[in-house]
Antibody, heavy 122, light 111 residues
């Protein structure tokens, strides 16, 4: 059974960089897409972006200038960095495994981490 | 405002069937058979219930089914149970530059 676990600071100051890591267990990070989705308190879900195990990425255009997703296959981990954060970036951040179609990218996320709340505040 | 339109709430009594709609455009729901539905209980991660419009992952009850007609996808839950009370989100692949689109979510209340 594939399991994902997010880790990282729960509090980030405005203008700084949010950094989260997702550790994958119970399966290899190879041959799949890996993504980040967030959910502001009391609101709906928002795709942040995803990375293929080979390293190719795709980001939400509304966040693209601030987002970097990377993968470390040797550790079975992938990471999210979101720069210049503001209070609007306060949310529960989920990592997830993506299923996809060659040429299109991710079409669904089948396994999710439990989520981690990141608050942006001074 | 979400790209996909879902009703804010639906309700039903135990044993009944309910349907949640998810309306998009020909660039997303209508153009691709890549609609997924997620169930999210309070404080929990979303759980995949339906993918590729009508496929159920292993372990998901066959009381959950999905379909699509034109630009509208639907999730039907039959034999409603108390444990089905939750938020439900649809999402679709899109040919636009937004990567993918989510619905705003529907709160299901089991009366």
């Amino acid at each position: 059974q594939v399991q994902l676990q997010e880790s990282g600071p729960g509090l980030v100051k405005p203008s700084e960089t949010l950094s989260l890591t997702c550790t994958v267990s119970g399966g290899s990070i190879s041959s799949y897409y890996w993504g980040w989705i967030r959910q502001p308190p009391g609101k709906g879900l928002e795709w942040i972006g995803y990375i293929y195990y080979s390293g190719s990425t795709n980001y939400n255009p509304s966040l693209k200038s601030r987002v970097t997703i990377s993968v470390d296959s040797s550790k079975n981990q992938f990471s999210l960095k979101l720069s210049s954060v503001t209070a609007a970036d306060t949310a529960v951040y989920y990592c997830a495994r993506g299923l996809g179609v060659r040429g299109l990218g991710v079409t669904t996320f089948d396994y999710w981490g439990q989520g981690t709340l990141v608050t942006v505040s001074s | 405002q979400s790209a996909l339109t879902q009703p804010a709430s639906v309700s039903g009594s135990p044993g009944q069937s309910i349907t949640i709609s998810c309306t998009g455009t020909s660039s997303d729901v209508g153009g691709y058979n890549y609609v997924s539905w997620y169930q999210q209980h309070p404080g929990k991660a979303p759980k995949l219930m339906i993918y590729d419009v009508s496929n159920r992952p292993s372990g998901v009850s066959n009381r959950f089914s999905g379909s699509k007609s034109g630009n509208t996808a639907s999730l039907t839950i039959s034999g409603l149970q108390a444990e089905d009370e939750s938020d439900y989100y649809c999402t679709s692949y899109t040919s636009s530059s937004t990567l993918a689109v989510f619905g705003g979510g529907t709160k299901l209340t089991v009366l």
